[in-house]
């Protein structure tokens, strides 16, 4: 894998400073024709923390926001122009135009440059789309699409299409199929034929008692299986204790490079997550459930809107009020203080914490936030007992997984594995060992935030606590193996550029640190007294774990790929 030259980014946040840079919107009178396009696109019911979706609606229909939508907009709302206008450039999905500026192509081709798709050819994949593709066709690379055991992966429109080839996005480009396809999943009548929602029943009916729910997820050591590893019934027993009105979010937003789990469950068996959320609403009395899905996801997104339909008809959410929301192409926003400042409807800015998001989250209120995949387990928990879950375990671990697998292996994809399952015992026995003439070399046992470990350590067991001493951790357990053939040098510069693109630009430690690492990476010697001290810095002064732990990759090759400088 070699280095290649990079065209400047158009997905960022201004914020930075030093990626998308157009001039802030000036004082315009507002265009009648944009201001009617508006009212029939949002009507007359208009709420402040909907900015996002209103923008969303805008970009569906024009494939773009001029500058005369952001005006009819914020005199809709009745805000500042630079308030519509921050929040749409901060999010990468919107296509923000600058005053004269020729609006894009109808039709967009995005690759994934993220490091397994860059394993399995991405670069050559962009080489030739933007040879062949003409003028009337986009082609942009994107940062991870949550489809890392199918790589390429690229997106025609809302289109995602796995093990992609120039000739197949083309053909889809000319033939504008560019819409989301629902994949065969289990729907409402088949979950409940299997004894779905009968849990959930007999909470409602008074059958069973808050505390009961807790206790068993206490002993069954579920934890927050976004990355946080939380012990989950103490994170509602927290919630509960806070005077309400109480809120709820679901952290759908898989934004970590190598992570596809939970899209995984989504996709197959949504009811089981849904009905996990419901019994939390339940447990911790929230009043209001926000379902945060990154925009990645969209077939997920539609049919998430059309199952909890069916769960409102037949009455299983009587208890809570549920709205799904689109994230709009932030990684920053899988951190759960910024999707909660998503889902108000503004930039998705980490929170400085105390006072932390159980007492004051959203809209202020005391916040259960819970990942998909940690409500996913919470019916078979109770149901089978606490004891099925964690005696599951590993080498003296405790619960199940659900690792995500991806690079050099001959089946990646999703594995539900024993916690503390190893990275030799994953390759070998549940992903058919390495690719021909690949031998394995090292991996990310946690995506790109959670450092690299070489082959020598492939016998460590991975679950929360277990590789700090190597200076990793397993977050997602998003494990991309690498073999003989890949430089670490290379990898660890293809996921400091994913951390540059990604910044938010709040923190200058975060902003400026992973910009002048990615400069310092790309030179053909690395100065690595700088860089070590640059990743300490970052380390020691971000505000959220995505600067904190950016400079993981660098730590990591210097320890363990001395070889790779």
Not at 160 to 187: N, Q, T, V
Not at 340 to 347: N, T, V
Request: hydrophobic share 35%.
């Amino acid at each position: 894998m070699g280095v290649v030259p990079r065209e400047p980014q158009v997905r960022g946040h201004p914020g930075s400073g030093k990626k998308k840079t157009r001039g802030q919107p000036k004082g315009r009178q507002v265009d009648p024709a944009a201001l009617s396009d508006i009212r029939s696109l949002i009507g007359p019911d208009i709420r402040r923390d909907l900015l996002i979706e209103y923008l969303h609606r805008i970009q569906d229909r024009f494939s773009h926001i001029g500058p005369a939508h952001i005006a009819a907009l914020a005199d809709h709302m009745k805000l500042a122009q630079t308030e519509v206008y921050e929040v749409a450039t901060f999010y990468a999905h919107f296509d923000v135009l600058a005053e004269g500026e020729t609006p894009p192509p109808e039709v967009t081709i995005r690759v994934c440059d993220s490091i397994a798709c860059q394993l399995a050819g991405a670069e050559q994949l962009l080489g030739e789309l933007k040879r062949d593709a003409g003028a009337d066709v986009r082609v942009l690379r994107a940062p991870c699409m949550g489809r890392c055991d199918t790589a390429p992966v690229a997106e025609v429109g809302h289109n995602h299409i796995s093990c992609a080839d120039s000739a197949g996005l083309l053909r889809a480009a000319r033939e504008r199929d560019l819409h989301p396809r629902l994949p065969d999943y289990r729907d409402l009548a088949a979950y409940r034929a299997d004894g779905g929602y009968a849990l959930l029943g007999s909470c409602l009916a008074g059958e069973r008692d808050a505390q009961e729910i807790i206790d068993c997820l206490n002993q069954s050591s579920l934890a927050g299986l976004g990355g946080a590893g939380f012990p989950t019934g103490r994170k509602w027993s927290i919630v509960r204790e806070y005077p309400g009105p109480r809120l709820m979010a679901v952290n759908g937003d898989e934004g970590e490079p190598g992570t596809f789990k939970d899209r995984v469950y989504l996709e197959s068996d949504p009811h089981r997550f849904i009905e996990g959320m419901l019994i939390a609403a339940w447990v911790v009395g929230a009043e209001k459930c926000f379902i945060y899905i990154r925009d990645e996801y969209p077939a997920v997104v539609a049919l998430l809107r059309e199952e909890l339909d069916g769960v409102r008809e037949a009455g299983l959410a009587d208890h809570v009020e549920l709205e799904v929301r689109r994230g709009a192409g932030a990684y920053i926003c899988g951190e759960e203080s910024s999707m909660i400042e998503s889902i108000e409807g503004k930039r998705g800015l980490p929170r400085n914490r105390p006072p932390y998001v159980a007492e004051v989250g959203i809209f202020g209120r005391p916040t259960l936030v819970n990942n998909v995949e940690t409500l996913y387990w919470v019916r078979d928990i109770v149901e089978k007992g606490a004891e099925w879950f964690s005696g599951a375990g590993v080498h003296g671990r405790r619960g199940w997984r659900s690792y995500s697998v991806s690079g050099r292996v001959n089946r990646p994809g999703m594995v539900l594995a024993p916690a503390g399952t190893t990275a030799n015992e994953l390759i070998e026995n549940y992903c058919g060992g390495m690719q021909e003439g690949h031998t394995f070399k090292g991996y990310l046992p946690g995506g790109a935030s959670g450092g690299i470990l070489p082959a020598s350590l492939g016998d460590v067991p991975m679950d929360f606590g277990t590789l700090q001493e190597y200076d990793c951790f397993i977050g997602s357990a998003a494990v991309v193996i690498f073999s003989d053939r890949d430089n670490m040098k290379d990898v660890a510069l293809n996921l400091m550029r994913f951390f540059e693109d990604e910044s938010c630009g709040q923190c200058t430690p975060c902003r400026v640190g992973t910009e002048k690492a990615v400069r310092l990476m790309e030179k053909p010697a690395w100065d690595t007294g700088l860089l070590e001290e640059l990743g300490t810095v970052m380390a020691d002064a971000s505000i959220c774990g995505l600067g904190q732990a950016a400079g993981n990759p660098i730590h990591c090759v210097l320890k363990y790929f001395k070889e790779d400088l």
